[in-house]
């Protein structure tokens, strides 16, 4: 009798294990059929389009997600405590809310005249798009640039809310833009620009704490986020006790917070980290884990492309390569990130560096084992995917592979860091400085006394302890090490912020792992994170009453 317990137990054991094995292949299955099937005529063609629209990308890798996911979310609202949907409905609903969560709730579009220095008047376009209020407020960055466009908006809006849900920031995703170029205004003329949008956005109640917060993005900045919180602190916020949480990435003297410039920055080296440093996505690529010696290219020496070269220069990766829009430099044996840093401001361009060899565009092509993408949308697409030798690309930007470039990097065994994950840092940095804003207090400052005379009395009890046991030896002082003494007074707000942003990038990092083991997914991390962003959207629209 127990000879054959044992028995079935043993054959249980190889059936599961069986299953478990066979699971990857039934997801692949599904996906394959679910988009023949549900994916929208206009995208089919997507894995193959040589210059796709920036929202139909966002739209298409949603559905690559939905197609994996759909059974497993029927399946859940099975399990729901009281449910009594059929089979068909629970279908219907799950249906039901993937349609709506691929929708973009509202864009609004603008246009507004400014007076030049010169006396001549000129007509500014503005967009603000709303992609989800799944969770408020809603979050998205505000860009200047003369490529904004309403597709554009509502393509960054889409992707603000998978990047939030991916990284567990309680926001929905939003996007702002200008139909201008920075360069060519004054200061005077940028201000004017930038309150008068403001408040044409508040006008329309596109704007607010609880509501929507923009961010800094393309040529905006501190300077920028701070005009835009004192347009709306001295209109409808001054009644608002809130109302310096209405922005983020402001100066830290009016509710700004330390590490929000870097945060996207070294976001991305967190990103890349958690992989790098993973034995087994190595040994795939055929590297070995760290950053040691690993040589890295960055295109685009703005903020992201600037701190991502600082922090992964200080892990011990060499910098071999940076590439911008009017020239590209290259050294073999590294660029100096600090260096670098210190020519364009004092020059304006990376042309001319001289502790490194002119190059051009076709650097980005050159041999390395990281290549970071930190610019612009669509730079690796059908025609150059093929000539990309890096082993990992990790996009600093935001969209910068087409879905055609995508399947091609998977391919040739690329590992390919998806934007909504690695390039989440400045999001969930954001979100810090909003609740350091709701709370009105600093980060550290009820508790860094109180770290400070606890590791005094710490020590000091330690100290007493030992004479106690070894008396005759008498006085025995005990001294704290280099690295606790910098630690003793307690976290800084800069040290939380960087511990909070650690945290979160490894934790994400870890469920894109699970979520790709899970569904078979190999090196298609992209495909993995847009799953966990739309079970978790999926699960808060659901919870909070789908009407269907």
Same mark, same amino acid.
């Given at each position: 009798m127990m000879f054959k317990r044992a028995h079935e137990s043993l054959n249980a054991s190889k059936l599961l294990i069986l299953i478990r094995k066979l699971q990857p292949l039934f997801y692949q299955v599904q996906r394959r059929t679910y988009l023949e099937h549900n994916m929208p005529d206009r995208l089919k063609d997507m894995s193959t389009r040589a210059n796709p629209k920036f929202f139909d990308m966002v739209e298409y890798f949603f559905h690559k997600a939905s197609a994996l996911v759909e059974d497993k979310l029927v399946e859940d609202l099975a399990k729901i405590k009281g449910s009594k949907l059929t089979l068909e409905q629970r279908k219907t609903k799950v249906r039901g809310i993937l349609s709506l969560m691929e929708q973009c709730n509202q864009v609004v579009e603008v246009t507004f005249p400014i007076k030049r220095d010169s006396g001549q008047y000129e007509i500014v376009r503005g967009f603000r798009a709303q992609h989800s209020t799944h969770k408020t407020p809603c979050k998205g960055g505000m860009r200047f640039s003369l490529n904004v466009s309403r597709d554009e908006v509502k393509a960054l809006a889409a992707l603000m809310t998978f990047k939030c849900a991916c990284v567990d920031v309680p926001f929905g995703g939003s996007k702002a833009g200008l139909m201008i170029n920075h360069k060519k205004y004054s200061e005077q003329e940028l201000e004017k620009i930038t309150r008068r949008f403001t408040l044409q956005l508040i006008k329309l109640g596109f704007i607010g704490p609880s509501i929507d917060v923009p961010a800094p993005d393309m040529g905006t900045g501190e300077r920028e986020m701070s005009w835009l919180a004192d347009t709306y602190a001295r209109t409808i916020g001054y009644q608002d006790i809130n109302h310096q949480a209405c922005v983020t990435g402001k100066p830290i003297n009016q509710g700004g917070i330390h590490g929000r410039i870097s945060a996207t920055g070294r976001g991305v080296y967190h990103g890349i980290e958690n992989f790098v440093s993973d034995e087994s996505y190595m040994k795939m690529l055929g590297l070995t884990p760290g950053f040691k010696d690993k040589t890295v290219i960055i295109q685009g020496f703005g903020n992201v492309g600037m701190h991502t070269m600082r922090y992964l220069h200080r892990a011990g990766a060499k910098c071999v390569g940076v590439i911008e829009h009017d020239g590209a430099v290259y050294s073999e044996s590294g660029v100096d990130p600090?260096?670098?840093?210190?020519?364009?401001?004092?020059?304006?361009?990376?042309?001319?560096?001289?502790?490194?060899?002119?190059?051009?565009? /076709?650097?980005?092509?050159? /041999?390395?084992?990281?290549?970071?993408?930190?610019? *612009?949308?669509?730079?690796?697409?059908?025609?150059?995917?093929?000539?990309?030798?890096?082993?990992? !690309?990790?996009? &600093?930007?935001? %969209?910068?592979?087409?879905?055609? &470039?995508?399947?091609?990097?998977?391919?040739?065994?690329?590992? !390919?860091?998806?934007?909504?994950?690695?390039?989440?840092?400045?999001?969930?940095?954001?979100?810090?400085?909003?609740?350091?804003?709701?709370?009105?207090?600093?980060? &550290?400052?009820?508790?860094?006394?109180?770290?400070?005379?606890?590791?005094?009395?710490?020590?000091?009890?330690?100290?007493?302890?030992? /004479?106690?046991?070894?008396? /005759?030896?008498?006085?025995?002082?005990?001294?704290?090490?280099?690295?606790?003494?910098?630690?003793?007074?307690?976290?800084?707000?800069?040290?939380?912020?960087?511990? %909070?942003?650690?945290?979160?990038?490894?934790?994400?990092?870890?469920?894109?792992?699970?979520?790709?083991?899970?569904?078979?997914?190999?090196?298609?991390?992209?495909?993995?994170?847009?799953?966990?962003?739309?079970?978790?959207?999926? *699960?808060?629209?659901?919870?909070? %009453?789908?009407?269907?």
């Open positions: 600090k260096n670098l840093e210190d020519w364009v401001l004092t020059n304006g361009s990376i042309v001319g560096f001289p502790e490194a060899k002119a190059a051009d565009a /076709e650097l980005m092509f050159h /041999e390395c084992d990281i290549l970071v993408p930190a610019a *612009v949308e669509k730079v690796i697409t059908k025609e150059n995917a093929d000539k990309i030798k890096a082993k990992i !690309v990790a996009e &600093g930007a935001n %969209g910068p592979i087409t879905p055609a &470039g995508d399947a091609i990097l998977l391919k040739k065994n690329i590992l !390919v860091i998806p934007d909504l994950y690695v390039n989440a840092g400045g999001v969930t940095v954001s979100f810090f400085e909003w609740l350091k804003n709701i709370n009105h207090v600093s980060y &550290g400052r009820l508790t860094f006394k109180y770290e400070r005379d606890s590791n005094y009395h710490l020590l000091q009890s330690v100290q007493e302890s030992l /004479e106690r046991k070894f008396c /005759e030896a008498g006085e025995i002082p005990i001294v704290p090490s280099k690295a606790f003494h910098n630690r003793i007074a307690g976290a800084s707000e800069k040290d939380i912020v960087h511990s %909070g942003l650690s945290f979160t990038m490894e934790r994400s990092a870890k469920a894109i792992k699970d979520t790709a083991e899970k569904y078979g997914l190999g090196m298609d991390l992209r495909s993995a994170a847009y799953v966990n962003s739309v079970h978790k959207i999926f *699960v808060s629209i659901n919870d909070a %009453g789908f009407a269907y």
